[in-house]
């Protein structure tokens, strides 16, 4: 886990907020800088560090986005709007526990340039102490949450927030992001359709700096194109004034230090779970990482739980999780 991080660390070491602040009002344009899918992730994380997000053109292909589609329009139109006009939006239909409903999530979260971004982003190491020696840990990231979000005609524009507030993440104290998070389109998204809001630079705000609706600019991007962004940066679905539905599909990559927002564990089979690439598994939670958070004993010892799902008696031995 640990060999991405440093090839990009020149970028994360050297982050400074308010020098940061001062290059970004500097930089300050009408919208997201947009890129193409063969960027680099230095390139990326670069812009997403300074603006705090960033739109990567056709990161998707064409049959991923369609398998997404076939698989999660079924869900979306088997659930109710939200149960609030404010932020739930009483128009907009969500549908979870993604990984269980699409093969086609493992596309998504197993993209090089975004899993890269993630980890380069999220993956600072901690010097820490055993004895009078120090060490640094560098810390695992997980899958945080999924969503299809499909904002219907009428549907007004959503408070602008922070997903990092789940966290209750503190800016700049915490001096370190907790979450990146992809907005995948599935359908175009246009300014018209409800395509996230975004405050570009609001990532350099402190805790006590109110957003306001008229900072925030649309994202406006084709299907299979991407936001990229971070936990700290405002954002909010977007006003539709079309007769058309604007369907997304969104997913976090966060410190694996944190409570999941969504809990993958029961979200997702575990016969499901087998069967996905070993990289994914442990995204998902199944490994314990440098840190070793989410052991679990066998035999009085704290075994990596990655250890465990090759095991066929899984189930009885310990007792728990669905096996369909």
Avoid at 80 to 96: L, N, S
Avoid at 228 to 252: A, L, P
């Amino acid at each position: 886990m640990d060999s991405i991080y440093p090839r990009h660390s020149h970028l994360i070491k050297s982050f400074d907020y308010d020098d940061n602040l001062r290059k970004w009002a500097r930089h300050m344009s009408d919208g997201l800088t947009t890129l193409p899918s063969s960027t680099t992730i230095d390139e990326a994380v670069e812009i997403i560090l300074r603006d705090g997000g960033v739109i990567i053109e056709n990161l998707y292909t064409a049959a991923t986005i369609a398998g997404l589609l076939a698989d999660l329009e079924p869900a979306l139109q088997k659930v109710r709007g939200g149960d609030d006009e404010v932020f739930a939006g009483t128009q907009t239909r969500r549908a979870g526990s993604l990984f269980a409903r699409s093969p086609h999530m493992a596309d998504v979260a197993l993209s090089p340039l975004y899993l890269g971004i993630s980890r380069a982003i999220l993956q600072k190491p901690v010097d820490v102490f055993f004895g009078e020696d120090s060490t640094p840990i560098t810390p695992d990231i997980q899958v945080g949450m999924t969503q299809a979000i499909q904002i219907a005609p009428g549907q007004g524009a959503q408070p602008i927030h922070r997903d990092d507030t789940v966290f209750l993440w503190r800016h700049p104290s915490f001096g370190r992001e907790a979450r990146v998070q992809i907005m995948v389109a599935v359908t175009d998204f246009t300014k018209e359709n409800g395509g996230t809001l975004v405050i570009p630079g609001s990532h350099l705000w402190d805790d006590t700096r109110k957003p306001t609706a008229a900072e925030a600019v649309s994202t406006e991007m084709r299907a299979g194109s991407a936001l990229i962004f971070i936990g700290s940066t405002y954002h909010g679905g977007g006003n539709n004034t079309t007769d058309e539905r604007r369907t997304g599909v969104t997913m976090s990559f966060d410190l694996s230090t944190l409570r999941q927002e969504e809990n993958q564990y029961l979200s997702i089979p575990l016969a499901t779970v087998k069967g996905f690439p070993v990289e994914l598994q442990r995204l998902l939670g199944w490994s314990a990482g440098d840190n070793f958070m989410g052991w679990i004993e066998m035999e009085g010892q704290m075994v990596d739980p990655h250890s465990l799902l090759a095991r066929d008696d899984y189930p009885s031995a310990l007792g728990g999780l669905p096996v369909s």
